[in-house]
């Protein structure tokens, strides 16, 4: 079965613009989460989302946000970009709430310049 | 304060030999699972094992063992017969099962297998 799919793959852009990065989970998966990897601060959660519902947010300002929809296909979107927002950012699915397993994708690399 | 820590930024071994990657957590929850990642430069993650709080027995998954001691709170990865495939970044992650599943993430082990 297909795994977690993260497009784009790279992403360049300038600071100031905005951004969304969309991910789709595996099929039947319901709980999909976000999070950022940099060099200087290593895995950071974003958020995690279950049924549409945010239902768990990490210590990133509100430029930082999210949706699921319908089909738990889910976009997260950073507006006003900062030089410091320039990272990996990982998406992972997971069945249920309680199931322990998560799936991650191969990221979308942005760069802020 | 939730906190994993991994001591060892970076570790050589020679193929075929065993490895241990150490990882302790900081958590006064009674309900938590730990987990261990791999990296390769890819950048996708890949899911290796899991360990309860609840599981009295250390959790295996082929060639990975997690050496779980619950009163030092420490969850390090074993990996037995290394290959030249192990060589990547390996992250050792906590999950808070009473927290809305908060999960903390270390900040990783850099493998090399020499050959």
């Known amino acids: 079965k297909a795994g977690v799919t993260q497009t784009p793959r790279y992403l360049i852009k300038t600071r100031g613009q905005q951004v969304t990065l969309s991910c789709s989970p595996i099929?039947?998966?319901?709980?999909v989460s976000w999070y950022q990897q940099t060099p200087g601060q290593g895995l950071q959660f974003l958020f995690e989302?279950?049924?549409?519902?945010?239902?768990n947010k990490g210590n990133f300002p509100g430029r930082f946000s999210g949706r699921q929809f319908s089909n738990s296909r889910s976009e997260m979107n950073v507006s006003t970009l900062e030089l410091g927002d320039s990272a990996l950012y990982l998406c992972?699915?997971?069945?249920?709430?309680?199931?322990?397993?998560?799936?991650f994708g191969q990221g979308t690399r942005l760069t802020v310049v | 304060a939730q906190k994993i820590t991994q001591t060892q930024p970076g570790m050589f071994v020679q193929e075929k030999e065993a490895v241990t990657l150490d990882c302790t957590y900081d958590?006064?929850?009674?309900?938590?699972?730990l987990f261990w990642y791999k990296q390769p430069s890819s950048g996708e993650m890949i899911f290796l094992i899991y360990?309860?709080?609840?599981?009295?027995q250390n959790a295996t998954e082929g060639r990975y063992s997690l050496n779980f001691q619950k009163a030092r709170k420490s969850a390090n990865l074993v990996i037995s017969a290394s290959q030249l495939g192990d060589s990547a970044m390996y992250f050792c992650?906590?999950?808070?099962?009473?927290?809305?599943?908060?999960?903390?993430f270390g900040k990783g082990t850099r493998l090399h297998i020499l050959p």
């Open positions: 958590t006064s929850d009674q309900s938590y699972g």
């Open positions: 992972a699915s997971r069945l249920g709430r309680a199931n322990t397993e998560a799936f």
């Open positions: 099929s039947g998966h319901r709980s």
């Open positions: 989302y279950f049924s549409e519902t945010q239902r």
């Open positions: 360990q309860g709080s609840y599981d009295e």
């Open positions: 992650a906590m999950r808070l099962w009473d927290r809305d599943d908060k999960i903390i």
